[in-house]
């Protein structure tokens, strides 16, 4: 009578834990089913018209979402202007695109310009499962951004436009502008790269000074496990944590974004203009290329060396606090180039990203400056 007793109570729990474990898994997959609704509705993916006092849309205004082909491959792009008679601008994103970011950080530039944020192949629209990381070369976008240039002077019935790279943008922006300088009114650096992997080891060293001091042992432990020397590449356990480590001090996208996550991840699941598929492909694309598709390229140029001389107005924009690529070295690098307009203009309330960061001084030197081909507000000319 024990032996069943004992049976029928150990029938019965394995009933309650079956059933436990259906209803969690219940849970898990109407969660799941809600999620995925919730985020298909806020994925309509078509950029939101610029509207005037009445609700209309504004004369002669453009904000459109259009795919080209571009040296063999279908590349997105998004194209926003209050006005299209405003000249062109074309920017070209770091590692990864950041457009999904304008609705908490509102640039502004679509009151100066017709602003033209290009993903690059292999990146977010312009993303393609069956495309070779082999053709994502510093070379072959280099090409790419010549050829969008050239679509873009026919499109917009214009001779020159403008040029902008942030971050790893700036290392194939500046060849471009080198290359071709005829296509271009003036080339704007925003976190300009020099040298980059000297600037890897000045943001390791200033990382683990800052985790010293304010006591993140495991931090420390784990810089400490992989230095970062000007004798190779960047040791693995260093990629693995340096945009965290970044975020955490306030050097990475911006001096006060803490967070990959709050900052980035989420921001980019929730930007309404991207269609759910798109947002899925921006993270593949990213998964894939690392730090930067360029990454083998940028890590052993010295730019401050090869590109010294331009023929067109030049334009660069750091933040005091930015460590992802070094104000520093931008400064100096500066400081080498002959070109027949320059600036230097420091943001003193920025990280990675003035023209997130501080919208207000940004506009002002474009329009004081930039646009009219002058360089009385750089702090160093």
Known sequence: MQKENGDLSKNSLLRKGTKMILGLLGVLLLSSFLLFGFLLIISPGVPLPFMDENGNPLENSISEKVFVNINGVEQGMIIKSKNTANPVLLYLHGGMPDYFLTPKYPTGLEDYFTVVWWEQRGSGLSYHPDLSQNTINAEQLIADTLEVTRYLQERFQTEKIYLMGHSGGTFIGLQAAQQAPELYHAYIGVAQMAYQLESEKLAYEYMLGQFKENGNEKMVQTLEAAPVTLTGDLPDAYRKIRDTAMHSLGVGTAHEMKSVISGIFLPSLTFREYTLKEKVNLWRGKSQSGISAMW??????????????????????????DYTVSYKLAEDYFKKIDAPVKGFYIFNQSAHSPMFEEPEKMGQIILQDILTGTNGLADIR
């Open 296 to 321: 083998n390229d940028m890590i052993t140029v010295d730019l401050r060396k090869s590109i010294t001389d331009l023929q067109v107005p030049v334009y660069f924009f750091s933040g005091v606090f």
